[in-house]
């Protein structure tokens, strides 16, 4: 058994241990087996979106750059978490150390809060697309999208970096045994013996600050979209306009409904919920959006489809559609 090592000044464990699915130690083979498998499909998915649109000159547009971003923050979203867990299903690899799980911890938050970015920068893609069709590519220029895409990137940088302080500066007197497969921020603050008030609140203004300000946004977004698309006068139109932005709202949906089952578990559920139920949850917060969002993307968008089919049949023209 690993021991419990305190330094004396500050109560800061060596290392925690994290015990994974708590009431289903026994299932842990079991559950490994979507979680590899879905994290495999997110891997292949989201670096092959990302050589397709390298490789692509057709798909060289600000959709498309902003489609890799989310692919890029998918990759590093899942592969902070998964491997992890996946070492403690497999081999009860269950420790982790203090620094480590202080580092997990900021990817973790840093990049879901990047992804809900993303998200909201691809709804102002599509209500920039829909609503200024003519203007759209002098709008959203190379520089324009590489800075909102780093603006988007730092927020979340510079929202997060408290969380590890705040977490840091903790007592840890109630044992270093997490009951989760990956280090997260209210999970980790359980664990002290001391007052968690701010880091109660602070999580709370964050999520309000990244979540909220997104939600909002998007919202906005979509309803001028509903508004220009009914005042269309074709029906063809119409469904040509707003087909444009199907996968983006699956994308929404995979995104946020997780998300949102977590953030009310944590704050009002926690006692009527069972945690191995918000444990599953939190995984799959992290490992659908990965896993989905190329699938939906390469279904939905004509063009990637069409790349995708050209790659895979050999043909070297296809047809160009405009998305």
């Known amino acids: 058994m690993i021991m419990l090592m305190l330094n004396k000044t ?21 559950i490994s087996f979507p979680f590899c498998s879905m994290y495999a499909v997110a891997m292949v998915g989201n670096c092959g979106l990302l050589y397709l649109i390298h490789l692509e000159d057709s798909l060289h547009r600000p959709m498309y750059y902003f489609l890799a971003m989310l692919s890029l923050t998918d990759i590093v979203m899942c592969s902070s978490t998964i491997p992890k867990a996946l070492s403690i299903f497999w081999c009860h690899l269950k420790e982790i150390g203090f620094d480590e799980c202080l ?3 900021f990817f973790v938050h840093t990049f879901t809060g990047m992804e809900s970015g993303v998200l909201m920068l691809m709804a102002l893609d599509r209500y920039v697309a829909i609503c ?3 203007r ?13 895409g780093l603006a988007t990137f730092f927020r979340g940088v510079f929202l997060i970096i408290p969380f590890t302080f705040l977490t840091k500066r903790l007592p840890y007197c109630r044992g270093n045994i997490i009951p989760h497969t990956y280090c997260d921020h209210m999970s980790v603050a359980k664990l002290s013996c001391g007052n968690i008030k701010v880091n109660v609140i602070y999580g709370l203004m964050v999520a309000l600050l990244i979540g909220g300000f997104d939600i909002l946004c998007i ?13 269309l ?10 087909s444009t932005c199907t996968a983006h709202l699956c994308a929404i949906v995979f995104s946020y409904s997780p998300a949102f089952f977590c953030f009310f578990f944590n704050r009002f559920g926690s006692h ?3 945690p191995s139920c918000h444990i599953i949850v939190a995984n799959i917060y992290l490992l659908l959006p990965p896993t989905m969002n190329p699938i939906v993307y390469v279904v939905k968008t004509k063009q990637i489809r069409d790349c995708v089919i050209r790659i895979f049949s050999g ?3 296809i047809k160009s559609y405009s998305t």
């Open 233 to 242: 006068s074709s029906a063809d139109a119409r469904q040509k306009a707003f």
């Open 136 to 148: 759209y590519s002098t709008i959203l220029t190379n520089p324009v999208i590489a800075k909102v």
């Open 103 to 105: 580092v997990q911890m």
């Open 10 to 30: 500050n109560w800061t464990p060596a290392s925690f241990i994290l015990n994974g699915v708590p009431g289903l130690e026994d299932m842990h083979l079991w």
């Open 315 to 317: 043909s070297k023209k």
């Open 132 to 134: 200024y069709p003519l």
């Open 219 to 231: 919202t906005v977004s979509y309803t001028m979209i509903l508004r220009a698309v009914v005042s």
């Open 272 to 274: 009527t919920i069972p």
